[in-house]
């Protein structure tokens, strides 16, 4: 869910099974299955009591007269502090994760400060400013491009919820049930993909953006009826709608920022920012969609959702102009079979589909599977402790975070994507490999809790790099004229290998299904380095 990535039904709906977790007294209290973040003050507070308690330890010692014993004493108190602090941090997985979450941050804000600080010491009267039609473009497509993007994390935390709750002639919703529904929705966005892909590039993406948030608000809508037929159009909606989502907007930027004086320059820094803002927004979602429940039931988040669609709708209709898709040389519109044409003419074109298609899939089934890999590695670490599924989120959102901003220096440092990424997409499979041997063999594995999660944080911050890496990839090699339905039809696969792996799950495992991501990812790196050393060929 891509992501997308910024969208990820597929997490929701484990979440969602799991929500009991999010009842951990570190948090700030939401409703169930809410994404919650962990209290501000509660991660703060841990550090304070620590410094405090080491502190009255040293107290109740007495006062040494010379200096040689003060000094031992003061090493003696930042110890002891020290260990009450590790102490703190390993007693329950919340404060773990807490930590974690701190942590996370400060590298972020640190890279971010360092940035500053290099820039403003290398300034000079002859660095570039950016053009106003760039900040113009940027201004109008983030402030779109988030709310459309809250829209659809508003939904995601309830997916399993509202859909379980529902009563059909007197029996309450099984879990076979659900699933259907939840494929469903797979099943649209492979089967509709390329269709909605092809009128959006042939209608102007505008008119394909306005398409996603009507179609996506009727799907959220459906979610108040208990009639399965009117879920079931519901899931087909909201499938047609996430292929729009994740091809017109990108479509409309990369078309608009084509048409002036420099914009292709900005593209890279323009989705670093798009991507760093959604993981903002993915957890300040998950807020919203809890306090939603609490007011409305588990249809509240979809009813709120609807709200963020249409003022993503109306600032699109007032801010974005159409652009649309070259006509061929018959003066017609693209189509499905022009665009099939175009990319066996280039293998280029290839190359980044199946970077897309593998690197998605392998996504989405990781997060199908990281809560179960997580909670037996968690329980065995404290002594059956439950998993906080929310604040372990936020981490992975944190870690997002951190890939977009690196992803954002390294453009700033003219690091060409196609490096950055074939580098990235090598971290992104170890990491993953590493996952997946540690769930077969976590009982011979020394740390396995911290190896798992260091595992998951790095390929989260790949996830992070990611989106806005092939962004700037389709950018370069997929050309304008069809490029919504080329990036729709790379979804087929994708969508097959996911559902594929979620109706083998019982026979595969977790370990099995993560040693499948590991290998697409794989494949997807092979993939860019043989797409890398193209680009310098030529």
């Keep these: 869910m891509s992501p997308s990535i910024t969208t990820k039904l597929a997490l929701i709906c484990y979440l969602s099974l799991s929500a009991e977790a999010f009842s951990s007294n570190n948090f700030i209290k939401t409703p169930r299955a809410s994404l919650a973040i962990p209290s501000p003050s509660v991660r703060l507070g841990y550090t304070n009591d620590a410094l405090s308690n080491a502190f009255q330890s040293h107290q109740n010692q007495g006062k040494s007269t010379t200096r040689g014993t003060s000094t031992a004493t003061q090493i003696s108190l930042s110890i002891r502090g020290g260990s009450a602090i590790a102490s703190t941090i390993s007693s329950s997985p919340t404060n773990f994760f807490n930590a974690n979450l701190v942590g996370l941050a400060l590298i972020t804000a640190l890279i971010k400060i ?9 300034s000079s009267d002859e660095d570039e400013p950016k053009p106003a039609a760039i900040k113009s473009l940027q201004i109008k497509f983030l402030s779109v491009f988030w709310l459309l993007r809250c829209a659809d994390w508003l939904q995601g935390p309830y997916f399993y919820e509202v859909y379980s709750s529902k009563i059909f002639n007197g029996v309450p919703a099984s879990l076979a049930v659900v699933s259907k529904l939840f494929l469903t929705g797979f099943a649209s966005t492979a089967l509709f993909g390329p269709l909605v892909g092809r009128l959006s590039d042939s209608k102007g993406r505008k008119r394909g953006t306005l398409a996603f948030a009507l179609l996506y608000s009727l799907g959220a809508a459906t979610t108040k009826s208990n009639v399965l037929g009117v879920l079931l159009m519901g899931r087909v909606l909201s499938g047609i709608g996430t292929s729009l989502l994740f091809s017109a907007p990108e479509a409309w930027l990369v078309g608009e920022a084509m048409s002036k004086e420099k914009g292709g320059q900005y593209l890279g820094e323009t989705f670093g920012l798009a991507y760093a803002g959604d993981a903002l927004v993915a957890i300040i979602a998950g807020q919203f969609a809890g306090a939603a429940a609490g007011a409305r039931g588990p249809t509240g988040p979809f009813e709120l959702s609807i709200g963020f669609l249409v003022a993503g709708a109306a600032l699109a209709s007032f801010l974005w102009t159409e652009n649309k898709a070259e006509k061929n040389a018959n003066d ?7 665009a099939v044409n175009v990319i066996k003419k280039d293998p280029k074109i290839i190359l980044v589909g199946a970077v897309q298609s593998l690197f998605e899939a392998a996504m989405y089934i990781f997060v199908l599977q990281w809560p179960p890999a997580i909670s037996g590695i968690i329980a065995n670490s404290f002594n059956g402790s439950a998993t906080p599924y929310g604040t372990v989120f ?17 453009v700033k440092k003219n690091v060409p994507t196609e490096t950055s990424t074939s580098a990235m997409l090598s971290v992104a499979t170890v990491a993953m490999g590493i996952a997946a041997w540690i769930s077969r063999s976590s009982t011979i594995v020394a740390m396995p809790l911290a190896a798992l999660v260091a595992a998951f944080f790095a390929f989260e911050g790949c996830v992070g790099m990611y989106f806005p890496s092939i962004g700037t990839l389709r950018s370069k090699y997929v050309p304008d004229s069809h490029r919504s339905v080329i990036m729709n039809l790379f979804g087929i696969p994708l ?8 109706l083998s799950i019982k026979r595969l495992g977790v370990s099995g ?3 499948i991501s590991t290998g697409a990812l794989a494949l997807a790196t092979a993939s860019m380095f043989k797409l890398k050393s193209m680009s310098k060929d030529n």
């Design 513 to 515: 299904a993560l040693g």
């Design 495 to 502: 969508n097959v290998l996911v559902v594929s792996v979620f």
């Design 114 to 122: 360092f940035d500053r600080l290099t820039r403003k010491d290398n």
């Design 332 to 338: 017609e519109a693209p189509t499905i079979g022009d």
């Design 394 to 410: 936020s981490c992975f959102m944190a870690s997002c975070l951190l890939g977009s901003t690196i992803f954002g220096q390294l």
